[in-house]
């Protein structure tokens, strides 16, 4: 039958009742006589083996999940591939709704209304217009030749992984700048 | 001297401890104390609904041994007993004290402390897990994920001679890199989608080991062990994030084993 004693005293009962056995008070010793009397007043409750499970259950309802997404480092394994993931959706996004607008306003999207719209705009605006389109596009279709490499097993080490991944950003960086000044 | 004070006084002339400092040729030099803080997750689940906080604790990193987990058990022992984390081996090869420092997954008995008392070290329990007490994970589910796989021989014809089953060398080799896995979770818990899908996805740990079994040459149950990966969720969830790799204190490669199962069931 499992004993279940509320607090620490639960050592200090089963202290206690290694020492009676001896027989009589006279054999212990003034200091556990102290403890032996102030855990008279404990109450144990006797419960069975299948309790414990009950007792783990509750006990786990109450559990908080470690911190994840706000302690963990930021590392280039993990930046990539998330930016990867988000630029692809960004991407997408910009891809299946400029489709579906023109199916619907053929007028308004229509290329050649769009380039004349585009070239009355001043520079600045063009340049940063362009870059924001050039950036992500270099930078998902360079990662995603990375991730062929590694489909097929290569460069799949870590030295491989920081390697490439840095040759993305690079590679981005080159493509970006060559697509804003074409 | 008189002989009872000679006969009273302790032997000196055999125990090193007892020279004393100022009858050695070079100085003593007492150590400037060197303060670090360490900044610790706390909960306790005897006190359910306070929530979990970072408890502070200032080190002299001069009196302490030089990782993390030396830190952490002086502080146990002088400075608050009721700081709970697993340890065993402190030398790297039971995996007990995995936890999160400084924002990655390592062993506290293999990771050095950070020397520049200006910074702060922040230790966390291993990531989207649920916590026990302090820095103690909950690891029942990885340790179901693991058995899972069967990880063990199965071969149900026993060699010819009845002694061993023989494996080449070059067989051998493919369990390199492998073996050594000593189970701590730090990949499993460094990875972005075990986070989000830790009751379907199996995670690194348990992956690289099922590679282990289907490479292992001795054993004949390999159809069986990658039809269990055959589905989206078990194997599938990999999406080459690369942060298990990045933090295995064994510098060990879970996902280039992921990525050989990919290929071998590809293959199917």
Same mark, same amino acid.
């Given at each position: 039958?499992?004993? +279940? ?27 556990? !006589? ?40 930021? !590392? ?19 891809? +299946?709704?400029?489709?579906?607008? +023109? ?58 992984? +920081? !390697? ?19 | ?14 125990? @090193? ?27 306790? %689940?005897?006190? %359910? ?16 041994? &030089? ?17 709970? @984390? ?60 693991? *058995? /899972?796989?069967? &990880? ?6 026993? %060699? ?8 080449? &060398? ?55 062990? *990658? ?6 969720? /078990? ?6 994030? @690369? ?5 295995? %204190? ?9 990525? *050989? ?8």
């Amino acid at each position: 039958m499992l004993k +279940y004693t509320t607090g620490t005293t639960s050592r200090l009962m089963s202290h206690s009742k290694i020492y009676s056995l001896k027989g009589g008070s006279r054999s212990i010793s003034p200091l556990l !006589q102290k403890r032996h009397a102030s855990t008279k007043s404990i109450r144990t409750q006797s419960l069975p083996p299948s309790a414990s499970v009950d007792i783990l259950n509750k006990q786990r309802l109450l559990r908080p999940t470690s911190p994840h997404l706000a302690i963990y480092k930021p !590392q280039l394994t993990s930046v990539l591939s998330i930016g990867n993931r988000g630029v692809g959706g960004a991407l997408s996004v910009l891809l +299946y709704g400029s489709s579906i607008a +023109y199916l619907f306003f053929p007028g308004t999207f229509d290329g050649d209304y769009l380039i004349e719209l585009a070239s009355g705009l001043p520079d600045y605006v063009k340049y940063t217009a362009k870059t924001i389109l050039a950036a992500p596009l270099a930078f998902h279709a360079l990662n995603g030749i990375r991730h062929l490499f590694w489909d097929v097993g290569k460069f799949m080490t870590l030295r491989g992984v +920081y !390697q490439t991944g840095y040759a993305v950003l690079a590679g981005t960086a080159v493509s970006t700048i060559v697509l804003v000044l074409l | 001297m008189s002989l009872l004070t000679r006969l009273a006084r302790p032997s000196t002339s055999r125990a @090193f401890s007892s020279s004393a400092a100022r009858a050695l040729a070079t100085p003593v030099q007492q150590k400037s104390a060197l303060n670090k803080e360490f900044k610790i997750y706390r909960w306790n %689940p005897d006190e %359910p609904a306070k929530k979990p906080t970072l408890q502070s604790y200032t080190v002299d990193l001069n009196q302490t041994g &030089p990782m993390i987990l030396d830190a952490l058990i002086k502080i146990k022992n002088e400075m608050d007993p009721t700081l709970t @984390f697993r340890r065993s081996c402190r030398e790297g090869i039971c995996g007990s004290c995995a936890m999160n420092i400084d924002g990655q997954n390592t062993l506290a008995c293999l990771c050095r402390i950070d020397r520049n008392s200006s910074k702060d070290t922040k230790i966390y329990p291993l990531p989207h897990m649920y916590v026990v007490k302090d820095l103690v994970p909950d690891l029942t589910l990885f340790y179901k994920q693991y *058995k /899972s796989i069967k &990880p063990y021989l199965q071969n149900p014809t026993p %060699p010819e001679d009845g002694k061993e089953f023989l494996q080449s &060398p070059e067989d051998r080799k493919k369990l390199d890199g492998m073996y050594e896995c000593i189970l701590c979770a730090c990949c499993s818990t460094s990875c972005p989608s075990y986070w989000w899908n830790q009751d379907e996805y199996l995670g690194p740990a348990t992956l690289m080991q099922a590679y282990r079994w289907i490479a292992d040459s001795r054993d004949s149950h390999t159809a069986e062990r *990658k039809e269990v990966l055959q589905n989206e969720m /078990s194997l599938y969830r990999c999406h080459t994030i @690369f942060n298990c790799a990045r933090t295995c %204190p064994k510098g060990l490669n879970p996902a280039l084993a992921i990525a *050989k199962i990919k290929m071998e069931l590809a293959a199917d």
